[in-house]
């Protein structure tokens, strides 16, 4: 360490300094202070050992914000006492129901009188028996001479000329089966416009029966569907 400059070194040292005391002394007066100032050697300082390396700090965990003071609940005021509540009056004692009369007895129904017995009715006279009517001689659209012979020659082949008839008129019906007839065997129009309905109620209502015409089927179903029509039509049997 330094030492202390003494007092008397300080006082010459700003008196050097002042105007009065002249500029070379001001130098010499410094150089005089300045070489007592040179300071002593110091001696070298030791080597410090090297410092030991220090562990590294081991990661301290986030501080956690302290909680929230909770607000304490502000005390609630006691409910105040319900009042009371007042008696009900008592009822008015009800008036007994005064007592009903007694009904009247109701008088016995008068018994009906018999009915009177009803006169037996007199029994009918029995009618008379009504005479048989006669025969009327035959009537119908095929019962002329002329149509009766052409039936006549024609009775081997008419069923296939039916058949054939039909098959053409399926969807011409009745006109054209009369037609058709008419134009195969010669028969009078009146007399074949019955063959033709035949032929248009068999297509009509017999159809499925009568694939095969000469099945017992077809027969059943054309004898109760369309012969009766024919008959009274033509006056004669179907072939």
């Known amino acids: ?21 002249g500029g070379g002394g001001s130098d010499a007066a410094v150089d005089a202070v300045t070489g007592q100032m ?15 390396p220090q562990p590294e700090p081991e990661p301290q965990p986030e501080p956690q914000p302290e909680p ?15 009042p009371e509540p007042e008696p009900l009056p008592e009822p008015e004692p009800q008036p007994e129901p005064e007592p009903q009369p007694e009904p009247e007895p109701q008088p016995e129904p008068e018994p009906e009188p018999e009915p009177e017995p009803q006169p037996e009715p007199e029994p009918e006279p029995e009618p ?20 009766q012979q052409v039936l006549e020659d024609v009775v081997d082949s008419l069923a296939d000329t039916i058949g054939g008839c039909a098959l053409e008129c399926l969807a011409g019906g009745a ?13 009078s129009p009146e007399c074949a416009g019955c063959f033709g309905d035949i032929i248009a109620c068999t ?23 369309c012969n009766p029509d024919f008959v009274e039509c033509a006056g004669i049997d179907p072939q």
């Open 1 to 21: 360490m330094r030492n202390a400059w003494p007092v008397w070194m300080i006082a010459a040292l700003a008196l050097a300094c002042t105007p009065d005391g």
């Open 38 to 52: 040179e300071p002593e050697p110091q001696p070298e300082p030791e080597p410090q050992p090297e410092p030991e």
């Open 68 to 82: 929230e003071p909770q607000l304490e609940p502000e005390p609630q005021p006691e409910p105040e006492p319900l």
């Open 128 to 147: 008379e028996p009504q005479p048989e009517p006669e025969p009327q001689p035959a009537e119908g659209a095929c019962v002329g001479p002329d149509d």
């Open 175 to 187: 006109p054209c089966a009369t037609q058709c007839i008419a134009d195969a065997t010669g028969l």
């Open 203 to 225: 297509i009509m209502n017999c159809a499925l029966q009568c694939i095969d015409a000469g099945s017992a089927a077809c027969a059943d179903c054309r004898a109760g569907s």
